[in-house]
């Protein structure tokens, strides 16, 4: 099983090597802007490395909501990170679920498939787009499992399209860990990736805030588990830099060896 992080964009292979990992996780432009990615010159060192790369869209891309000024240009920014994302070796591009606001959550879905079916204008996307469950919001289109399923519904059937569990998002959206990854594959069939995040806040707090294994809400066994039971790569997005993240992979290897 190979395990990684989240890292700065700058030097991921650097970044890798500083923490032991198999793999890297990081983003090709601001993660808050609307900014396209930007060739990079170490795209061949990345792409034909040892180290695994995965590519994290913008947490400014919201495909599902009904504001076409959000919209329409997510589709687009979606498009271009997964063109990006494939120039380095990506094995995947994650993207969160995103959230309909105060409308309603079956258009939501459906511009979800649209979303695909944009892409596929183009020849569609070039690898595969991992949605990724989130932790807060009532509207929210990869929450909850009733939600996830209906998202399924309407793209499962694109070859590209991928799920990454977050288990940090997962406590905090209010799924139960134990058993997670069954109930996930009912409905998925699928688990591409792994975030395995500790939760600096209770379950069902709604609330985004990672922490290292152990040291937040979340009993770290539960999330060994869902590990083992995943079978999936993993990424760690927690605090701490090389030392936190370095700790939390050795972690890991050390419990699924066992």
């Given amino acids: 099983m190979r395990i990684g992080a989240h890292v700065d964009p700058a ?67 979606l498009l271009s990170h997964a063109k990006a994302a494939a120039a380095v070796g990506a094995k ?31 020849g569609g996307f070039p690898l595969p787009v991992l949605i990724e469950n989130t932790a807060g919001g009532d509207n929210a289109c990869a929450r909850r499992l009733d939600a996830l399923a209906r998202l399924w519904d309407a793209v499962g059937e694109y070859d590209e399209v991928g799920f990454c569990l977050d288990t940090c998002h997962a406590h905090a959206g209010g799924e139960e860990l134990l058993g997670l990854v069954d109930r996930v594959k009912a409905v998925t069939g699928r688990i591409d990736l792994i975030h395995a995040n500790d939760s600096r806040d209770p379950f069902d707090s709604g609330r985004d ?36 993240q370095g700790a939390d992979i050795s972690f890991l290897r050390d419990r699924l060896s066992r």
């Avoid at 152990?214 to 830099?241: F, K, N, S, W, Y």
């Fill in 11 to 77: 030097a991921p292979l650097d970044e890798a090597a500083a923490r032991g990992a198999d793999l890297v996780q990081f983003f090709l432009a601001d993660p808050q802007g609307w900014t396209a990615p930007k060739p990079r010159s170490d795209a061949g060192a990345l792409a034909g490395g040892q180290v695994d790369v995965y590519v994290h869209a913008p947490y400014v891309i919201n495909v599902a909501t009904l504001n076409n000024r959000i919209r329409i240009p997510s589709r687009k920014l």
């Fill in 92 to 122: 995947g591009l994650i993207v969160h679920g995103g959230h309909v606001g105060g409308g309603e959550l079956a258009k939501g879905f459906d511009n979800w498939r649209k979303t695909f079916a944009y892409a596929a204008e183009s």
């Fill in 209 to 244: 805030r990672h922490d290292n294994l152990g040291r937040g809400q979340i009993d770290p066994e539960l999330i060994v588990a869902v590990v083992r039971a995943a079978g999936a790569p993993v990424v760690v997005e927690t605090p701490g830099g090389a030392e936190g």
